[in-house]
């Protein structure tokens, strides 16, 4: 692994190593100091996961910041990355959203862009988030799953143990008619 990456490309890709614990300890501020650099060579993708560490600030060491959020989604969106497209409603407003990384499915998966990453978080956002008992569910689980993902994630038998069953939840949202 190249410690002093030089290009966009490989410094996003070293903070994406340092977000998922992939041949490296998870490492929060390595994984910001990366992205950060990428995104100000004009990575997209960097700009988008700049975009939502600071929308979400859910155990990523850093605290939510809106306007650097819409800043950062805004980069990207104007180089036509189309998950920051979707941070903003048609008059080119950035919709503030209430929840981050999917901690646990993207560990297991290796990516937070994963379809099924995708359909656990529209299922969060379109069913989980209108009841209270899911609100709750979510604040809990962005309370703890940073941790449990930092102490655990690059432990082989945490997939072995969460991707069945994971996989199990996704198939099931999927034939309810969430998907990505």
């Known amino acids: 692994m190249n410690d002093n990456p030089t290009t966009?490309?490989?410094?996003?890709?070293?903070?994406?190593?340092?977000f998922r614990g992939d041949g490296v300890p998870i490492n929060y501020k390595?994984?910001?100091?990366?992205?950060?650099?990428?995104a100000e060579q004009g990575h997209a993708g960097a700009q988008y996961m700049l975009g939502s560490c600071y929308d979400s600030?859910?155990?990523v060491g850093v605290p939510q910041d809106v306007e650097k959020a819409a800043y950062w989604y805004g980069k990207a969106a104007?180089?036509?990355?189309?998950?920051?497209?979707?941070?903003?409603?048609?008059?080119?407003?950035?919709?503030?959203?209430?929840?981050?990384?999917?901690?646990?499915?993207?560990?297991?998966?290796?990516?937070?862009?994963?379809?099924?990453?995708?359909t656990l978080r529209r299922y969060r956002d379109t069913k989980l988030s209108k009841s209270w008992f899911g609100r709750r569910f979510?604040?809990?689980?962005?309370?703890v799953?940073?941790?449990?993902?930092e102490v655990f994630g690059n432990k082989k038998?945490?997939?072995?143990?969460?991707k069945p069953i994971?996989?199990?939840?996704v198939r099931k949202l999927q034939n309810s008619g969430i998907d990505v």
């Not at 990355?81 to 297991?108: I, N, P, S, W």
């Not at 994971?166 to 939840?169: I, S």
Request: glycine residues 8%.
């Open 8 to 18: 966009a490309k490989e410094q996003y890709e070293l903070g994406q190593k340092y």
């Open 57 to 59: 600030g859910y155990g």
């Open 138 to 143: 979510i604040q809990v689980y962005y309370a």
């Open 78 to 118: 104007a180089q036509g990355d189309k998950l920051a497209q979707e941070k903003f409603d048609t008059e080119g407003r950035f919709k503030r959203t209430r929840h981050g990384f999917c901690y646990v499915a993207t560990c297991v998966y290796g990516s937070y862009d994963s379809p099924e990453v995708w």
């Open 157 to 162: 038998w945490f997939n072995r143990l969460f």
């Open 30 to 38: 390595m994984m910001m100091h990366w992205y950060t650099k990428a």
């Open 145 to 149: 799953s940073p941790k449990i993902v």
């Open 166 to 169: 994971l996989n199990k939840l």
